[in-house]
């Protein structure tokens, strides 16, 4: 070892450290095609799908509605569900306020409850 303050010593390069690279833009999904948001459906949408054509279906077996029969007549079979459709529309428009009432007397302290209990959880 020498003790020479002239001596070389060995060189120390030191590397630039590298800018972070600027954030990039999200990225948008490509557009879904028409077949995909016409049919598209999740699986909880497709339980209630199916929930809603087994309850129609039991009202169209209930009925004894058979399609190859004569007698059926579509356009009186849609005009008698119409007026059927219209005067329960009636009854509820008159009698109204007797089942919103019924049911806002177990809803609503139910729904105040609810909201009390989860209060702490929603900002």
Do not use: H, Y
Request: aromatic fraction near 8%; glycine fraction near 6%.
């Amino acid at each position: 070892m020498s003790t020479d303050p002239n001596s070389e010593l060995p060189e120390v390069t030191v590397e630039p450290v590298p800018e972070p690279l600027p954030p990039r833009a999200p990225v948008k999904a490509p557009p879904r095609s028409l077949l995909a948001r016409l049919f598209g459906i999740s699986a909880w949408g497709s339980l209630k799908l199916l929930g809603l054509c087994i309850l129609v279906g039991f009202f169209v077996l209930a009925s004894q509605f058979n399609p190859s029969n004569p007698d059926v007549d579509m356009g009186a079979a849609i005009a008698n569900v119409a007026s059927t459709t219209m005067a329960a529309l009636g009854w509820a428009v008159r009698n109204f306020w007797k089942p919103a009432l019924a049911g806002a007397a177990v809803v609503i302290p139910i729904w105040v409850l609810w909201r009390l209990v989860s209060l702490p959880f929603r900002k």
